[in-house]
Structures are given as structure tokens and as C-alpha cells.
């Protein structure tokens, strides 16, 4: 029966570039920028790196389908390299393959490392105006906040929430994510707003606003994995270490039955339960100390915190709107950096740059944003559309 990787894969080193308008580097410069950090942190050289995973969605332009321009831009020198695509998980999937070849004992150290440089490719996550982009040969007839706007309606109708309230809840997502990433040196947007902003900001996809949906960026961030007993040989102590990773992909149920009410995301909920199973995790309410979710819309943010099973069914509106996730006096703080509202999404990069400030929390490193002794981090991603995608959960924890 399998046991899963709880506790045995310790992270010895973090990194991440600044996400932004990157016109000025290429890719290779910010996994590089990325890679250096983590290098730093953990405290070894590079030729201690036995194998690499390098995760990059929709940059065909700036880096193409291999694994090799990774291998050259962060010298790694004849080991094995792989390149990986997920969606919106990418990064987490990266890391889930460091740390499960560290698990099952194919490597002593390990290196994961997601980027994108979505800038330079002219992608904009709305529907095309012209011939040739992402979206009119993958998603000719839709888009993402299309997509996310229908998962609010669903979830408005499921539980008899009014559109107004709805409304003034997803804003207020908004509206602390904003001011979290004022503290975060290394975001995209470092700009607070207010209610009245962001209620009163053009309509992007009803009842989605402009200031409800997270921009297009360039970043990386990547991290080194290794065991307890060599990180504990390296001089780490207080070491993180993972509690669990689980993916779930959607096998087209969502879109091809009636099971699914399109009130709430069932790869959430499926990964999520795997994930506390693996980890131990009975009441993520009392037990989560933060977490880092997929806020590609602000609707989504706060399903999400239903489908992690932090707030009961159809009281997240509430939960938000009396400040649980907030990062000062919140039960749960949720975004503490800002999340992608604030950091833009550059999909390879996004998991491990959650990861990243998990990681430095649990470390005590967050700087103005540090919350006060947190012990257990979860991350979330989700990818492709509400009824049809894959969602990833993390656990990482002190050791």
C-alpha cells in the first residue's frame, strides 16, 4: 500500500525572480535569477544536483519543448533534465517530481524549477483579436474569465447568494490581496486599492471586474530538495520538509454528465482530500497556518476556500467578508504575499513561487509580511477551467 512522501523530502533552498514586465532579461536570465537564490540558500554547488525538472506551460516561443535550454541556462552539466507541462500546476508538478525521485531514493539532491515569460508572446488570457495567439487554437469559442464568471453563477444559485453580496465579497478578495502585496518586494502590482476602486472598475466578464482578475507576467522560482538526514548533514535544523503533494485531473465528468452543479471545483476537492490524508491534516481550519491559492479570479479564491474544506459550504462570502483570511487577525491568512493577483501568473513559475513564500514563512524570512509562529503552509493550484482541468494541493511544514 502506498505511504506517501510525508516528511521525506526536506527543501534546503528556495528562490524566485521578480515577477513583472521582464522585457529587459530573457528566460534564461530569470531562472537564473531564481536558481542563484536557491543555490545560495541551500548551501551547495551545482555539480551536487543529481537530476532537474523544468516546468514551462506556453512558452514555446522563448524557450520551445525541451528540457535542454534550462540545462544550458543553469549549467547542469550531464545530468538528467526533464521538461514538463501541466497548465496552471505546472510548478507544482515540477516540484512533485523532485521530490518524489528524492522519495524513492533515484536522487540525493534535486532540483525544480518553473518559468515563463508570457510578456514577450503577446498572450493576454482574453479572446483574440487577431489571427495566430494561444487562445484561437486552444480556446477559439472561450475564455478564463468567461470560464470563472459562469463558476460564480454557479455558486450564487447553489446557495441563494444575492449578486450584490457576492459582489462586495469577491472585491474584498481583491481588496486584501492588494494590500498584502504592497509588502512584497518582488510582485508584479505593489499597489493598494480600495473597495470603492475596485467595485467601481470596469466589468471584465459579469460579475467579474477588472481589479478580480490576475494579470500576465514573467518569473521563476524554483527549489532544492534533498533528504532529512543529508539536509540535518548540511547544518539544517528547523528544516521544511514536504507533508504531501496530490494532483487530481479531471477526467471529463464535469462537462459530460450531470454530477456537477457548477457550484464549486471537484479536482480541488478530490486533491485536497489526498493531500490532508497524506499529511495527517483532520481540521484544516485549526490546522492550516496559511496558505497560497490559485487566485486567477477573485471567485475563485473564495470557492476555493470551500473546496479545501476551510470554510463550510456556501459560507466563504462570509468568512471573507469577516476577515478570516486576512494576513492581520485572520484565522487562516490567505495571499500573504499578495498571490497572483498582485505577482501576475506566469504559469510555469506560479506553484513554486507559492511554494517559495510558504517557505519563508515557516523560516521566519517574510520580512514586514511574517505572520507569528505558522507550522503548517498549504499551496493550490488549478488549471484549465472549473469543469474540466487539474488542481494540485501541497503541505510543506516544519521538521
Same mark, same amino acid.
Given at each position: 500500500?502506498?505511504?506517501?512522501i ?19 532579461v ?5 531562472? *537564473?535569477? @531564481?536558481?542563484?537564490?536557491? &543555490?545560495? =540558500?541551500?548551501?551547495?554547488? #551545482?555539480?551536487? /544536483?543529481?537530476? %532537474?525538472?523544468?516546468g ?21 552539466d ?6 514538463l507541462?501541466n ?34 508572446t503577446g ?9 495566430g ?10 475564455? *478564463?474569465? @468567461?470560464?470563472?464568471a459562469? &463558476?460564480? =453563477?454557479?455558486?450564487?444559485? #447553489?446557495?441563494? /447568494?444575492?449578486? %450584490? ?12 490581496s ?17 473597495m470603492?476602486q ?8 459579469d ?35 514536504i ?7 479531471s ?16 479536482n480541488t476537492?478530490?486533491a ?9 491534516v483532520s ?11 490559485h487566485d ?8 476555493t ?13 462570509h ?16 495571499q ?5 493577483k ?8 506560479s ?6 513564500e ?11 509580511r511574517q505572520?507569528?509562529n ?26
Amino acid at each position: 500500500m502506498a505511504t506517501g512522501i510525508k516528511d521525506k523530502v526536506a527543501i534546503i533552498g528556495m528562490g524566485c525572480s521578480r515577477f513583472g514586465e521582464r522585457f529587459d532579461v530573457g528566460t534564461h536570465e530569470l531562472m *537564473a535569477e @531564481a536558481f542563484n537564490e536557491a &543555490l545560495q =540558500d541551500a548551501g551547495i554547488e #551545482r555539480r551536487q /544536483i543529481d537530476a %532537474a525538472w523544468f516546468g514551462s506551460c506556453l512558452d514555446q516561443i522563448n524557450i520551445g519543448n525541451s528540457a535542454i535550454p534550462a540545462s544550458l541556462a543553469l549549467r547542469l552539466d550531464g545530468i538528467p533534465v526533464s521538461r514538463l507541462e501541466n497548465m496552471c500546476a505546472t510548478g507544482t508538478e515540477a516540484l512533485r517530481g523532485a521530490a518524489y525521485a528524492v522519495a524513492s531514493g533515484a536522487a540525493d539532491i534535486a532540483l525544480a524549477i518553473g518559468a515563463e515569460k508570457l510578456k514577450d508572446t503577446g498572450y493576454g488570457g482574453l479572446p483574440p483579436t487577431y489571427k495566430g495567439t494561444f487562445n484561437d487554437l486552444w480556446m477559439p469559442l472561450g475564455s *478564463a474569465p @468567461a470560464g470563472f464568471a459562469q &463558476l460564480a =453563477d454557479g455558486y450564487r444559485t #447553489r446557495y441563494g /447568494i444575492s449578486k %450584490a453580496e457576492l459582489k462586495r465579497a469577491i472585491a474584498r478578495v481583491s481588496w486584501k490581496s492588494h494590500q498584502n502585496g504592497v509588502l512584497s518586494p518582488k510582485a508584479h502590482l505593489r499597489k493598494a486599492v480600495s473597495m470603492e476602486q475596485i467595485l467601481g472598475a470596469p466589468m471584465i466578464a459579469d460579475p467579474l471586474g477588472l481589479f478580480d482578475c490576475c494579470g500576465v507576467s514573467d518569473g521563476a522560482a524554483c527549489a532544492i530538495v534533498t533528504t532529512p538526514d543529508i539536509a540535518r548533514a548540511l547544518g539544517r535544523k528547523d528544516m521544511v520538509t514536504i507533508k504531501a503533494i496530490q494532483l487530481s485531473v479531471s477526467s471529463g465528468i464535469e462537462s459530460s454528465t450531470n454530477t456537477w452543479d457548477g457550484s464549486h471545483v471537484r479536482n480541488t476537492r478530490t486533491a485536497a482530500s489526498r493531500a490532508y490524508a497524506e499529511a495527517g491534516v483532520s481540521n484544516p481550519r485549526k490546522q492550516v497556518s496559511l496558505m497560497e491559492v490559485h487566485d486567477c479570479f477573485s471567485i475563485t479564491e473564495l470557492v476555493t476556500m470551500e473546496d479545501l474544506y476551510i470554510s463550510e459550504p456556501g459560507t466563504a462570502v462570509h468568512d471573507v467578508l469577516d476577515g478570516f483570511y486576512d494576513r492581520e487577525g485572520g484565522g487562516v491568512p490567505c495571499q500573504v504575499d499578495g498571490g497572483l493577483k498582485c505577482f501576475g501568473h506566469p504559469i510555469g513559475a506560479s506553484g513554486l513561487r507559492m511554494a517559495y513564500e510558504i517557505y519563508n514563512q515557516l523560516q521566519g524570512r517574510a520580512g514586514e509580511r511574517q505572520l507569528s509562529n505558522p507550522s503548517l503552509g498549504l499551496t493550490h493550484n488549478l488549471g484549465g477551467v472549473p469543469y474540466q482541468g487539474v488542481a494540485a494541493v501541497s503541505l510543506l511544514g516544519l521538521h
